[in-house]
């Protein structure tokens, strides 16, 4: 029997003015996301805004607009696929329309769900978040990426983003500044460790909070002193006095396997065998590729049980 082609789908998701065309324009013109597929873009929402033809014609596109919510049927949405036959699917969703509408509507068997990505509007946000929070707030709770544009500097990221965390813990969170720069919001008060303490304790299960935080905001880390139990590894890349310090970690799956962690001078003996509770002082070095990066200094070392989870997990702050 031969297997059923899966059609992406992919909602965009927010109120008007936030940012709904401009997301879709750079998924379009993305050369990693767009290789020439057949995309329908469904726009739901009242009054037509149309994507620039051009643009359109150039990556295959062909889009719909409903303009009222009794439009977007099951029915409906089986007679685009049969007439434009789509390799893929955006809806452009207002959330005026509300969300909850989605889950009556069948999709053909082929379309699957893969993203949903919700957008909102810096210099609306907290009057939508007083007056329409539940308009607001519902479609941020099945995201995948919530994306919060248009920050003002005044704008309190790390307030917002744990409200958004307690709707949505497993969604990725951006704020997007006025110059197109995006940031996650993430304040040292926020982290599930002190790194106000003369020394910064790293228990198991927050090592892989430390390994993302510390490539993203590495420059937090210069100076302080770190405890948590890892492997020596060794690396032949490395000269006599450095090893890399870390952990084994599930990237993917149970076949991707891989080690995470960082540069460490010292004097233990580098193994693949056995754990040490390390406690050192991190150091900001810019790395081979010229990015900013943590290399630690051993303080002093002592052998240690290894973690209770094989793994590190790479959990949400």
């Known amino acids: 029997m031969r297997e059923q082609r899966i059609i992406p789908v992919y909602m965009i998701t927010g109120f008007i003015e936030s940012g709904k065309t401009t997301m879709i324009q750079s998924m379009l013109t993305d050369e990693g996301f767009t290789t020439g597929q057949k995309t329908l873009i469904i726009c739901c929402e009242e009054g037509e805004t149309e994507l620039d033809s051009m643009l359109l014609k150039r990556t295959n596109c062909v889009q719909v ?188 799956c149970a076949n991707d396997i891989a080690k995470c962690g960082w540069v460490c001078r010292g004097a233990q003996k580098p193994s693949e065998k056995g754990f040490i509770r390390l406690t050192a002082k991190a150091q900001v070095v810019t790395a081979p590729d010229g990015q900013p990066a943590i290399m630690l200094h051993e303080m002093s070392a002592e052998k240690a049980a290894a973690p209770k989870e094989k793994y590190v997990t790479f959990g949400t702050v």
């Open 65 to 252: 607009n409903l303009e009222e919510p009794d439009e977007l049927t099951s029915l409906k949405v089986k007679q685009l696929n049969n007439e434009h036959k789509p390799e893929r699917v955006i809806f452009e969703f207002n959330n005026f329309w509300g969300i909850e509408m989605m889950a009556r509507v069948k999709m053909p068997p082929q379309w699957e769900l893969v993203q949903i990505i919700c957008l909102a509007d810096g210099t609306t946000f907290e009057n939508y978040m007083t007056n329409m929070r539940r308009q607001l707030t519902d479609p941020m709770k099945p995201a995948d990426l919530i994306l919060i544009n248009r920050c003002a500097p005044e704008f309190d990221k790390s307030k917002w983003r744990k409200q958004l965390r307690a709707l949505n813990p497993s969604a990725t969170i951006l704020f997007e500044n006025p110059d197109g720069s995006t940031e996650d919001g993430v304040s040292d008060e926020d982290l599930p460790y002190d790194l106000k303490a003369d020394v910064v304790d790293i228990t198991d299960d927050n090592f892989g909070i430390l390994y993302l935080d510390a490539m993203d905001h590495t420059e937090r880390y210069d100076g302080k002193v770190l405890r948590m139990v890892g492997q020596p590894f060794p690396d032949a890349q490395f000269p006599d006095g450095f090893y890399l310090f870390g952990r084994y970690a599930m990237t993917c």
